[in-house]
């Protein structure tokens, strides 16, 4: 009884802006609705648009890059930046602070730095590539290079995906790697064969949790959008439709154009796609996640 | 000692130097690359607009101009919307405090039959993506009419929506806590209410810390809540008010980036306030391992 009352504050949290919600989402794709008047019935029609829809499918796919780039990306430099911490040398509570502050600066404070350090005339990274005598691309304004600058965006965020890396790598009992150097093991082998799999949940959890963020992958790339001056304001989809990512899409039916019914079936197929992706992502990790005996 | 094994130790010792050296090197290189942009843009926050576009460009402006503070000031309302910001963030994170312990305790300590369809359920709506309740939420807001008001923003952290993840977090710290010392509280007859005040609040002082201290963050940064919420330029968040300011002065990079900073600055603030819990609050929680 106590357990019940101690979890009612959630619990009814949970029944009026979640359980309610996804009903009403559910009904609502088989509806047409505007929010003015009231919703009609229209069967699959919305679910047909979903899969019929240029857009959409633009969007899956532009969502896809950052899913399968971006995620990795960020896991990656968040590890190799937490093994950097992890050498025992003067000074790195500085290195961390540094590592780790961008990471924590409003997206869209970071949106705003990024668009003019990658402007393509006296951006600091095309400035830079100038130096050394590269030409650098119109990042924000071609479409081949604007997600690869989100991308970049991204992994000068990594710093709480480090964090909690560098958590993990301190844990690593010491006794693995000592005995591995008796036995004779390099640095990476070391890595492959001790370090990868004790911190194997944590990639895990990291990677469930980069998957679910970039499958709604939102606010940098509106704000982005918005800026190119190609009179994207109203589409919200950047150069080309390059940065048309599906959250924004969704938004943007729901929200400019008020189909309610269309976005509520865009929702539900995000729904499901996450979860077959989480499932697939944990009915295959008991391969390569190990967990240690306590 | 084997004498392999002290022949291997002073290897490393010789190593040690050019090792640290190495090491020390890429720290260094990866600090200048994450640390440029944020200089950049404090530079070019006191540029004059004619030192933007210079070329080679202007590494420190010789004349700052401060004014460009000042003018952002003079555009949008920048005292208001930081305090706009502060009380969404600030009441957020009282309403999760409030609500989200009870649950983890729930989830952890205390023994009853829901304790894990509970605790299923708060992993389960970790997974649920923001879209699928999105419209249906602002509907119900927009028929007791309280769209424009930070009600929508602010209510459901009282009741612990959206926080699955702080749950989790606040959850996996319970759990480190040794069940014997409430088992004996118990058998004092202690209800659990009082446990939970008495004991378990006390012992857990940092990882709430940490919780308030990350959910503040989240909430400071928040972009999509205050765009759905929010359409009275006076009850802007800063996000909101950033987004409208950079749509009117999407040329005038100096201003942009003086706004930008001014909208950094208290979390750089609040990060070196509270840095314990930005950086160790992760290792109290079980998410580490």
């Given at each position: 009884m106590t357990g019940l009352l101690f979890s009612s504050p959630f619990l009814i949290g949970f029944a009026l802006f979640t359980l309610y919600p996804i009903g009403a989402s559910l009904a609502y794709s088989f509806t047409d609705f505007n929010m003015f008047k009231s919703p009609t019935w229209v069967g699959l029609d919305n679910y047909r648009w979903v899969f019929q829809e240029d857009e959409v499918w633009k969007s899956i796919r532009n969502t896809l890059y950052m899913v399968l780039f971006a995620t990795p990306v960020s896991l990656i430099v968040g590890l190799l930046l937490a093994q950097l911490l992890n050498?025992?040398?003067?000074?790195q509570s500085i290195y961390r602070t540094l590592f780790y502050i961008p990471s924590i600066v409003p997206a869209i404070a970071t949106s705003l730095v990024w668009m003019w350090v990658l402007?393509?005339?006296?951006g600091l990274i095309n400035t830079a590539l100038d130096f050394i005598g590269i030409r650098g691309p119109n990042w924000l304004l071609d479409p081949v290079w604007t997600k690869p600058a989100l991308i970049l965006m991204g992994a000068w965020g990594a710093g709480g995906t480090m964090i909690i890396f560098l958590a993990a790598l301190q844990d690593v009992p010491k006794s693995l790697y000592e005995s591995a150097e008796i036995d004779g093991a390099g640095k990476i082998r070391k890595f492959a064969n001790i370090t990868l799999p004790t911190i194997s949940p944590i990639i895990l959890f990291q990677l469930i949790m980069g998957l679910i963020t970039y499958f709604q992958y939102f606010a940098q790339a509106f704000m982005l959008a918005s800026m190119s001056?190609?009179?994207?304001?109203?589409?919200?989809?950047?150069p080309e439709k390059s940065l048309l990512f599906y959250a924004i899409l969704l938004y943007r039916e729901a929200?400019?154009?008020?189909?309610m019914g269309h976005a509520s079936a865009m929702a539900w197929v995000l729904f499901v796609i996450t979860s077959v992706v989480t499932y697939a992502i944990f009915r295959t990790s008991n391969r390569w996640v190990t967990y240690g005996g306590d | 000692m084997s004498s392999a094994s002290s022949a291997f130790s002073r290897r490393l010792r010789r190593g040690g130097g050019v090792r640290r050296f190495v090491s020390h090197a890429f720290l260094t290189a990866f600090s200048v690359v994450f640390a440029t942009p944020i200089l950049w843009l404090l530079v070019t926050s006191i540029k004059s607009d004619k030192e933007l576009y210079a070329n080679p460009p202007?590494?420190?402006?010789?004349?700052?101009?401060?004014e460009n503070y000042a003018d952002v000031f003079k555009v949008i309302d920048f005292p208001g919307m930081t305090w706009n910001t502060f009380l969404v963030s600030a009441l957020s994170v009282v309403g999760v405090l409030i609500s989200a312990p009870l649950v983890a305790y729930a989830c952890s300590h205390i023994e009853w039959r829901g304790k894990n369809i509970v605790f299923a359920i708060v992993i389960g709506t970790l997974l649920l993506p923001y879209q699928v309740t999105m419209i249906p939420t602002y509907i119900i807001w927009g028929k007791l009419g309280l769209?424009?008001?930070?009600v929508p923003l602010v209510l459901p952290a009282f009741v612990s929506a959206g926080a699955g993840y702080y749950i989790f977090m606040l959850r996996q710290f319970f759990m480190t806590l040794p069940a014997s010392l409430i088992q004996a509280a118990k058998i004092d007859g202690a209800s659990e209410l009082r446990i939970y005040l008495q004991i378990l609040m006390p012992l857990s002082k940092p990882i709430i810390a940490t919780v308030g201290v990350l959910l503040f963050l989240a909430t400071w940064s928040d972009f999509l809540g205050p765009l759905l919420y929010l359409n009275n330029e006076k009850d802007y968040t800063l996000s909101l008010g950033l987004y409208a300011f950079m749509q009117t002065h999407y040329i005038m990079w100096e201003k942009l980036m003086a706004a930008a900073a001014m909208f950094t600055l208290p979390i750089i603030v609040l990060f070196f306030f509270a840095q314990k819990q930005f950086i160790e609050g992760i290792k109290l929680t079980g998410i580490k391992g």
């Open positions: 050498i025992k040398v003067r000074g402007n393509p005339k006296s001056n190609s009179g994207s304001v109203q589409t919200m989809a950047g929200f400019v154009d008020f189909r | 202007v590494l420190f402006p010789k004349n700052p101009r401060w769209i424009g008001t930070y």
